[in-house]
């Protein structure tokens, strides 16, 4: 029987070493005991040689119980690592030396222990807090045996700001001796910042090694050894570690915990400055405390077993003969700067009043003012890798602004404002731009909720107002200043970063998707080559991530009058005036705008009608669309061929397939998206039975399985995700989708679902689309989503439904329609549904309104069969 210590924490591992002092603080001869939890020795029992050791150092007020986790997968792994985490002096069960250590000398106090422990072989040094920078201190004494570093939320520098509130608070006077040593409040509120909060007997252990004033000496000069100011003692070791770290070429992994709020965000950056080339990872809804909030054992050691700082290379390759010839996104702009034609037309122009005339640039125009803007950011300070957050509508702003960026080698940084406050928020902390261009609306938010960059106005701003919201510049004021300015225009790498695009949220968080300049123009090449989008092209961008491929396109784009951030404002009218306004041939527009457009297309007059007829080619990307659906499109765009790209923000687009191809396809398991676009391979990686996935693409007709995607145009990483980047390019050369489908004979794609909406049933795994498309099917039902209720391996389907005379109240639908629907369901599927539910609006995306969020009702119907009430998912996330 394993006798614990502390909850996780075998006796075996705790050990106690004396250790000769070389620190400037002890006489001569000073010996101290210090307190590890190590694996060593039960490796060593074993008889097993370790891959390497980790040495992992705490920070303020915790101490080794820190690393626990990290101890026990260390000793489990494939390849076990020998785990040590120290107890630093003056802390944890570690020797009260009754001297006031600093900076120095705690870094010089680990180089002892290591000294006496005969450390050897390749050493990956793990810290957090404090910790951190005392075992970087150590890394850089001790680079012959360095092989990495990871960190987690930590800081190297003030970073240029102020220190957080909250030491501030530790460090003041009338503060710092009560709350971190008289009494036992620095560390309670620590312990607080868990997320979620931690277990009783947990909590307690992180306390024992400081009941009494007298064990809490070292909390209390921890915090006073603060370094907040170059007058400070510790200033100097400070700086030499941080400026150290430039030089630092090891791998590196960052593991963040956003929601601290003593090391936030701008504590990664720097430290992401100083270390460009480390993986990084934030975990979204974490904290201080991360390696208490989530798992960081598996990042670490799937870290540790690819080989840190291999799998970059590997994992974003793409074979040369898949990469397409580069031609830059401003080409078509440059070359027809002396075009007098029309480039760009804004139904709504940005500031102007409801009912304003059109604004329209010409080619040339356009040209100039996207020079003159870019000379203007220039001046302002932007420079080539900088992140630009543009919070700005589609229309003329928001083109220019992303051509100006592109033509500065800037990073453009896009979040759609339909994800709300805080998911936009969320966004832009995450990619954390250095500057931000933004609408008043945004700018408001910029202020009041702390996010980073310098802000640029999209309008002119009264002087009261632009200091109000923090603005530096606006757009028109940077056109102005770049008139005649001489900027030498850089030749750009293609394979330097060029964009962070978000998701829409619909899956989880936003994640932030990283393109490089090749990688965006191979978009644009695949939509060019799969449509013949020729320079010419006249089209109507009414689905957001489109409006900036216009002007790469040759084609003259037009922004209909509708918000963007919500498609269901679009309306048949608004659709009408723009095609009419560029004489439009081609029609790009998400499902739930079709969906509004048809609905209001009883307010066409027949001019509008006409410009609609003249439409040869309507795409409609962002959620597959019902046949029925695209027939009533049909009808109102009687000339165009209707076509459905299927793709996501990761690789847009991958299949595609045409009104005419769906009817010729007919019925399927799931949602038949057709054959892959110009450029792109499409595979499956087969599912087990228990829902497990596999790791061989294949082209297996009717083999359902995870959909992987290769393409030039395929992103190039997840941003400061390091582990989701992992595990979707986890096959060298693929994209790692997340849905589930298959291929069939004719070599079409049909999408099954989401890997996470797969059923586990005691008879195996079952998608769910052909049984909901059958629900979908019976008279009175809008949408159906089919969903697993209960344990994994022993779940039941259960459809849920919004109808289309929606319901005012959720609950068991009635017995006629969920006997109607269960017989559909059975006869299409053989599924045997365990219950019909009704409810008054699906959960959906907010960016498409049409993603329905099946976790959210598989939840809600599991607690509603249980007998319990549950909120019912509201019509938008």
């Known amino acids: 029987m394993v006798t614990e210590l502390w909850p996780g924490v075998p006796e075996s591992w705790s050990s106690f070493v004396q250790v000769p002092s070389t620190a400037a603080v002890d006489r001569p001869g000073t010996v101290h005991k210090w307190h590890l939890l190590d694996n ?54 570690s020797a009260r030396t009754g001297a006031f250590r600093r900076l120095e000398d705690r870094i010089t106090d680990l180089g002892d222990l290591t000294s006496a422990l005969g450390l050897d072989g390749k050493v990956v040094t793990v810290g957090h807090d404090w910790g951190g920078l005392i075992s970087l201190g150590w890394a850089l004494r001790h680079r ?100 150290g770290l430039r030089r630092l070429d090891v791998p590196a992994l960052l593991l963040w915990g956003p929601k601290d709020p003593v090391f936030s965000d701008r504590y990664l950056r720097d430290l992401m400055d100083r270390l460009p080339h480390a993986d990084v990872h934030r975990f979204e809804g974490a904290s201080h405390l991360l390696p208490e909030d989530v798992d960081i054992t598996a990042p670490v050691f799937d870290w540790l077993r690819r080989g840190p700082g291999t799998e970059n290379a590997e994992l974003r390759g793409r074979a040369a003969a898949g990469l397409s010839v580069f031609r830059p996104m401003l080409a078509e702009l440059d070359e027809r700067d002396g075009d007098d034609s029309p480039a760009v037309v804004d139904m709504a122009p940005l500031g102007a009043p409801a009912g304003s005339a059109p604004a329209t640039l010409s080619w040339a125009e356009l040209a100039t003012r996207v020079n003159r803007l870019a000379a203007g950011l220039s001046a302002a300070g932007v420079r080539p890798g900088d992140r ?15 051509y100006a960026c592109l033509r500065l080698g800037a990073v453009i940084v896009v979040a759609d404002a339909g994800l709300g406050t805080k998911g936009l928020g969320r966004a832009i902390k995450g990619a954390g731009p250095k500057f931000i261009v933004g609408i008043e609306r945004g700018l408001i938010g910029a202020r009041l909720f702390g996010w980073p960059g ?99 396109l040759g084609a003259t784009s037009v922004t209909p009058d509708m918000d963007v951030t919500s498609p269901r404002t679009l309306t048949a009218a608004a659709l009408a ?79 595609d397939i045409s009104l005419e191809q769906i009817r010729a396809a007919g019925a399927g398991n799931g949602v038949c998206v057709g054959t ?125 439904l919004e109808l289309a005379s929606p319901v005012r109240r959720a609950g068991t639908a009635a017995p006629d329609l969920t006997a109607a629907v269960r017989a559909a369901v059975a006869e299409a599927t053989g599924l045997d549904l365990a219950a019909v539910l009704v409810l008054p609006a699906m959960p959906t995306d907010i960016r498409h309104n049409s993603k329905i969020d099946r976790t959210a009702l598989a939840g809600w119907a599991g607690q509603l069969l249980a007998g319990g009430s549950a909120p019912v998912p509201g019509g938008r996330k």
């Open 40 to 93: 060593g020795p039960d490796l060593a029992a074993a008889g097993i040689e370790p891959a390497g050791t980790l040495l992992c150092v705490h920070g303020n007020p915790t101490w080794s119980y820190l690393w626990r986790s990290l101890i026990a997968a260390g000793t489990a792994a494939e390849k076990p690592w020998r785990v040590i985490a120290v107890d630093q002096l003056d802390m944890g069960f």
């Open 577 to 655: 005036d723009a095609a009419t306004a560029v004489g439009a041939t081609t029609v790009f527009a998400s499902p739930a705008a079709l969906v509004n457009v048809l609905a209001t297309s009883g307010d066409l007059d027949p001019d509008q009608r006409k410009a609609l007829a003249k439409v040869d080619l309507l795409l409609s990307a962002g959620a597959p669309i019902p046949e029925p659906l695209l027939a009533r499109v049909s009808e109102l765009a009687p000339n165009a061929e209707l076509h459905t790209p299927y793709g996501m923000t990761e690789a847009l687009p991958v299949t």
């Open 144 to 243: 012959g045996q360095l092989a990495g570093v990871v960190l987690t939320n930590t800081a190297v520098h003030p970073a240029g700001f102020d220190l957080p509130p909250a030491l501030r608070l530790a460090l003041h006077p009338a503060v710092h001796g009560w709350g971190t040593q008289t009494t036992d409040a620095f560390i309670r509120v620590t312990h607080s910042l868990a997320q979620p909060a931690l277990a009783k007997d947990v909590r307690a252990a992180f306390s024992a090694p400081y009941r009494g004033a007298s064990r809490r000496t070292g909390v209390s000069n921890f915090v006073a050894d603060i370094p907040a100011d170059s007058t400070h003692p510790s200033w100097r070791a400070l700086d030499r570690v941080s400026e």
């Open 676 to 800: 892959p676009v110009s450029g792109a391979q499409v595979a499956i990686a087969a599912l087990a039975p228990d829902g497990t996935v596999g790791d061989t693409p294949l082209e297996t007709p009717g083999l359902t399985g995870e959909i992987l995607v290769s393409a030039p145009h395929v992103k190039d990483r997840y941003d400061r995700l390091w582990i989701t980047e992992s595990k979707s390019a986890s096959l060298p050369g693929w994209h790692r989708t997340g849905d589930v489908g298959h291929l069939d004979e004719q070599g079409r794609l049909w999408v099954e679902g989401r890997l996470g909406h797969i059923l586990t049933t005691p008879d195996g795994v079952v998608t769910p689309v052909a049984a909901e498309q059958a629900a979908e099917a019976v008279s009175g039902v809008g949408r159906a989503a089919v969903v697993g209720v209960g344990p994994a391996g022993t779940q039941v389907p259960v459809a849920v």
């Open 454 to 552: 310098t802000r640029i106005s999209a309008e002119t701003l009264s002087p009261a107002k632009a200091r109000l919201l923090g603005v530096t510049h606006s757009v028109p004021g940077l056109i102005a200043a770049g008139e005649d300015a001489e900027v030498p225009w850089l030749r750009l790498d293609p394979d330097a970063d060029a964009a962070v695009l978000f998701t829409s949220g619909s899956t989880g968080p936003a994640k932030g998707v990283v393109y490089t300049h090749r990688q965006l123009t191979a978009m644009r090449d695949a939509l060019k080559n799969t449509y013949n989008l020729q320079a010419g092209t006249s089209l109507v961008a009414g689905f957001a991530p489109f409006a900036l491929l216009g002007p790469a």
């Open 388 to 402: 630009v957050n543009l919070l700005v509508p589609p229309g003329i702003e928001l083109t220019s602004l992303i």
